[in-house]
């Protein structure tokens, strides 16, 4: 197969293919061919974009197996879309389900003669029976399917219409579950992600950037977006240079480079630089494919323990092809093997499990919980670390400015104005801290800066009167830019610490002009958040930040971390997430911010807040819809219900269906009570997997209006 390789880290690797080149058939082989060992851990397929990701125990010969397996592997070229499959329909629609097949049994029974009815049945069975055939004469497996073909087979040949009509009747009625379940799940799903309205920017009259509402842009606006910004639209870069981060639409960590002729999408995320992008979608179009797409990726992103489980079962149908043999050779009966056909395991396991993960994904979001994959609820169960960022995490996303503190020439007004004025081009909470309060003390400014450059982490560049002017970090002016760093400053930055506030810089002409203090307010209910984790599992808590020791030490103590860490850059703290990995630790990361993203990607589980960067909403897994921290430990108790609900549902299956089996082969029940016995018991399972996974008191509850 032809393909290149795009990113090759340790442990996982991404080859890009044609797009659309990979049918479902083909790609089941591949994976399958790819994890038969039991090193290669997960394998996923963009079919938009070709993107093949695979994860795997790194090793230089488990590389160089994979690399063989894609060298060596060949498209079928044809893929018939199953009878079986359920057809697709606009998400966010209300897709119309199939029809009731309890209504349809019962109105058959009254209203047409038995041979009717079996030529009905006769003709349903057809796609089945095809279905099996192709899974055996393409796929060369003995799969459920094909177990499901052989069952029916078996039932005609002997004229056993009532089992034949049993049968079809629960394979209606599992599909008509499943369907429902979707529909209800991905509908909610859809709606919580569409969100309000946006502010863009463009290019204003005076040639000065200018927002205006998303609504407003046509085919051909010109629209800038900065580091940390949504991309709104669909469109060719038309000037500037940026770093945007694809992984909505390729599930690729690195940033991509973009100049000018450069294609960019919405739903994409610059991390550096600033480009300036000619529209050629806006609007709907764009925002509800990516939501669109985002929606079928979740729902196809599979848990590993769903995989394990399918691949289980599927492995113990060429027992039931051996015990019919077995049968029919001890007892010389055909009718008694037949039975052993009628009984799999398989069938309830592809069924219950994908529902039970919808219906989490579901109940996750009544309580402001968006979960993007089954794989990350399981990922959410095992975590043993937490790792918290602090500013706009465990603080509001809402900080205020407390105090500022000029130096001359320059007096407060002055230096809030210049600081507003270079903050308001960027997202984050900090910067909108600035701008409301100089809004809050009326003090309009004009745009008399130049072009504004924004340092991942550090801070902002830009000229200002002729003269360069820095806002920022201590470590960006005084460490990267060699600000000097007096005694007077020294002490009021140290006051500022030992009463828990952060602050940011202001240099004008390397000389320092303010230092501007952050008031933050610990978020609701943060201290009982950790103590929950805790009680839910959590072995060790750790708060990592950029803020100065003294500051993270005062956060660290009252809220009751285990561990943090303090005057950290994004490569740092990425750099110790790779190390709690290397150690074995099972990671999920909270954070909000742009220089969080990183730490993100590297974590088993990354979880963002809504009120964060649209970067780091991007790159989550779990996103907190509404912005409470008291959220995440529901959602860790909902995965545990959740793979502890799939866990029973797997043993229930194979111990039922066992004794099922069992009764069958000794002529305890006929082929239609054995029939019904299994199927039955596959509805009841799937029913039992969209129950609640919360009682009422462990559900969100309303904030105190008093913390609102």
Known sequence: MQG?????????????????????????????????????????????????????????????????NFDDFECRGWHPVSALEPKSHSVGEEAPLP????????????????PVRIALNFIRAIPYVLEGAKRLLWRNTLSVEVLDAVALSVCFLRKDYSSAGTLLFFFSLSNYLEAWTRRRSLAVLFHSLKGPEEKVWVPGPDG?????????????????????????????????????NQATMTGEPLPVHKEHGGAVFAGTSVEEGEIFIKASRVGGST??????????????????????????ADA???YNFLLALVTYLVSGSLYKAGNALLVDYSCAIRLSTPIAVLSAMREGNESGILVKGGRYLEELAIADTCVFDKTGTLTEAKPQVYEVIPFPPFNHDEALRLAACLEEHFPHPVGRAVVNQAKKEHLSHQEEHTKVEYVVAHGISSTWRGKRVLLGSHHFLVEDENVPWTDEAEQIAKKIADSGHSMIYLAVEGKLAAIIAISDKIRYRAKETLAELKKLGIEKTIMLTGDLKSTARNMADTLGFDEHKAELLPDDKAAYLSQLSKEGKHIMMVGDGLNDSAALSLSCVGVALSDGSELAKDVANVQLLNG?????????????????????????????????????????????LVSILHNGTTCLVAARATRPFLNKDEKLKPKPKEDQ
């Open 4 to 68: 290149r390789v795009i990113s090759d880290l340790r442990g996982r690797m991404r080859i890009r293919v044609q797009p659309q080149s990979l049918g479902k058939d083909d790609f089941d082989r591949l994976a399958s061919n790819l994890m038969k060992q039991g090193e290669v851990k997960y394998v996923s397929y963009s079919r938009i974009s070709g993107s093949i990701l695979v994860l795997y125990e790194d090793s230089p010969q488990r590389r160089l197996f994979i690399l063989k």
């Open 99 to 114: 029809y009731n097949p309890i209504w349809i049994a019962f109105l058959k029974r009254i209203f047409l003669p038995m």
């Open 208 to 244: 000065q950037p200018m927002q205006v509402s998303e609504s407003t842009l046509k085919e051909g606006s010109l629209v800038i977006v900065q580091a940390g910004g949504l991309i709104p639209v669909d469109g060719v870069v038309e000037k500037g240079v940026a770093m945007v």
């Open 287 to 312: 925002r509800i494919r990516s939501i669109m797409e985002y929606i079928k990726e979740s729902e196809e992103s599979k848990s590993g323990l769903q995989g394990r489980a399918e691949r289980m």
């Open 316 to 318: 113990i149908v060429p």
């Open 628 to 672: 409470r921290l008291d959220a995440l430990p529901i959602a860790r108790l909902l995965a545990e219900r959740t793979m502890t609900r799939i866990h029973e549902n797997y043993w229930a299956i194979v111990i039922l269906n066992s004794f099922f089996l069992g009764l069958g082969l000794f002529g305890v029940a006929g082929p239609t």
